[in-house]
Each structure stands twice: as structure tokens, then as C-alpha cells.
């Protein structure tokens, strides 16, 4: 009967017995805190790649974006694509590791700011008229995409499916 009462006294060993219990919730804390700020950080590479293709299509001649509304003309859209995806007009390696053309979505549209001609504009602007002769504004390049997120969690059956980034972002022409 001693041997039993001096086991149930004995301390020896609780700390790892109590460890091996929490272990479980901290692994799972730790691993959503590395996968939340992967997502984050997958988002912010989204985003300043389309802040980079929006800037690249808003430096291209005015030409491109006659009539302010659809795509832009010639080779733009694919050029803004592959900045937006590699940083590069032709060549580089993606930025975001599950970028597929079959699995995401882009789009680069162009639309014009004007108030039924009460807008009184000078500068760049002054000459950007349709081809009856109205005023159409100054022509805004949006460019977006939808892009399939990459758990890091993947290889350990955690895919995280259905999870996508989603980013958009808008420059005024300037034309060069």
C-alpha cells in the first residue's frame, strides 16, 4: 500500500507529462501563425506586382488606350501580365510559387474619368478626345488578377483549398 500512496506523491516527470499534453495546441498555434503570415506575405507580393504592372501600362502611349474603355491595344495586357507575374516585360521566374495560367485570373482594363463635360482639364489631358471630337478624360489602367494560395502547410496534406489571392490596382495614364 506504501509503494501506491509514494507513486501517487511522486513529482518526478510531471513537467513532461504536462508538456507532452500542450504540445499538441502550440504546434498547432505556431504552424497557423507561420501559414497566416505566409498568406499575408504571398498578398503583398500580389499586390506590388500588380502596383508595378499598373504603372507599367500607365506609362505607355496614349495611343494604346484610344477610345478609354475595353483592354489596351497591341501587346500591353500580355507585357503587364509578365511584369505582374516575374517583374519583368519578357523572361524572369514567378514571383508567387502556384501561379498557373490555367488557375489564375488577370485583367487589364482602361476606363476614363469624365463629368458629362463639366471637366475643365489642362496638361497631358488637355487633347484626349474620341473621335467625334469629345473630351473623354483621363484614361485610369486597372489591373487585376486572381491567383490560387500555396500553404506551406501543402506537403503535409493541409492545402488550404479554395484559398486565393486577390489584388487590383489603378494608375492614370501618363503616356510617354
Known amino acids: 500500500m506504501s509503494s501506491v500512496r509514494d507513486l501517487v506523491r511522486d513529482t518526478r516527470g510531471s513537467a513532461a507529462a504536462e508538456l507532452m ?20 506575405r504571398s498578398e503583398h507580393i500580389l499586390v506590388e506586382g500588380l502596383r508595378d504592372g499598373a504603372r507599367y501600362a500607365a506609362r505607355q502611349s496614349f495611343s494604346n488606350y484610344f477610345g478609354c474603355s475595353g483592354t489596351p491595344s497591341g501587346t500591353i495586357a500580355a507585357d503587364t501580365k509578365n511584369v505582374v507575374r516575374t517583374g519583368l516585360v519578357s523572361g524572369g521566374s514567378d514571383r508567387l510559387p502556384n501561379w498557373t495560367d490555367a488557375a489564375t485570373t488577370f485583367s487589364v482594363t482602361v476606363n476614363c474619368t469624365t463629368t458629362a463635360g463639366a471637366q475643365t482639364v489642362a496638361g497631358i489631358y488637355r487633347d484626349n478626345k474620341n473621335s467625334t471630337g469629345t473630351f473623354i478624360g483621363a484614361p485610369i489602367v486597372t ?12 506537403k503535409y496534406g493541409f492545402t488550404g483549398i479554395g484559398m ?9 495614364v501618363m503616356g510617354i
Open 21 to 40: 499534453l500542450v504540445m499538441p495546441i502550440l504546434l498547432i498555434i505556431m504552424m497557423g501563425a507561420f501559414e497566416l503570415g505566409n498568406y499575408f
Open 143 to 154: 489591373v487585376s488578377a486572381h491567383v490560387p494560395y500555396r500553404s506551406i502547410l501543402a
Open 164 to 172: 486565393s489571392l486577390n489584388g487590383t490596382q489603378q494608375a492614370a
